[in-house]
């Protein structure tokens, strides 16, 4: 099953892979532009391996990666790419990357938590939600629904 939907983002056809490994296409030539690998966990997910999409946010104002490519991935984590190079977006977050752990709560395993759908971007924010375990027990991990600045990746 492969249950993604690509976007055209800066002229490329992107899409992530249920293992969250990226695939920038030149859709005119029908070439492959650029590969991303975030070297996601190999755990047992509560929804197993999936992604759905992801989303896109540009910047008017020039600066380090102006045009983002935004996923949320299996062993959750908030990652910023650029469109352009496929190469993580450094002034995001930690080295391109925000973890989306923090402060949901202890898990009793790892992929307990994890996100699957692709964010939403509202303005300069990424809205990211999450898919969890539920229905397991009382004390389950939070699947709190967060907004997270596009340009630093600072929760809001």
């Given at each position: 099953m492969f249950p993604t939907t690509p976007i055209l983002a800066a002229g490329q056809l992107v899409f992530w892979t249920?293992?969250?490994h990226g695939v920038a296409l030149d859709p005119l030539i029908v070439g492959e532009l650029w590969r991303f690998n975030p070297e996601i966990t190999d755990v047992d997910y509560a929804n197993e391996v999936n992604c759905r999409g992801v989303a896109q946010w540009q910047s008017s104002a020039?600066?380090?990666c102006p045009h983002r490519i935004l996923i949320g991935t299996n062993d959750a984590r908030l990652l910023a790419i650029d469109s352009v190079r496929g190469t993580p977006c450094r002034d995001f977050g930690e080295q391109g990357e925000v973890d989306l752990?923090?402060?949901?709560?202890?898990?009793?395993?790892p992929g307990e938590y994890q996100v699957v759908s692709p964010p939403a971007v509202v303005g300069d924010t990424v809205?990211?939600?999450a898919a969890i375990s539920d229905n397991v027990r009382h004390d389950a991990p939070s699947g709190v629904v967060r907004g997270f600045d596009?340009?630093?990746?600072a929760l809001k």
């Open positions: 249920p293992h969250n020039s600066q380090v752990l923090a402060g949901v709560g202890a898990l009793r395993w809205v990211v939600g596009a340009r630093t990746g």
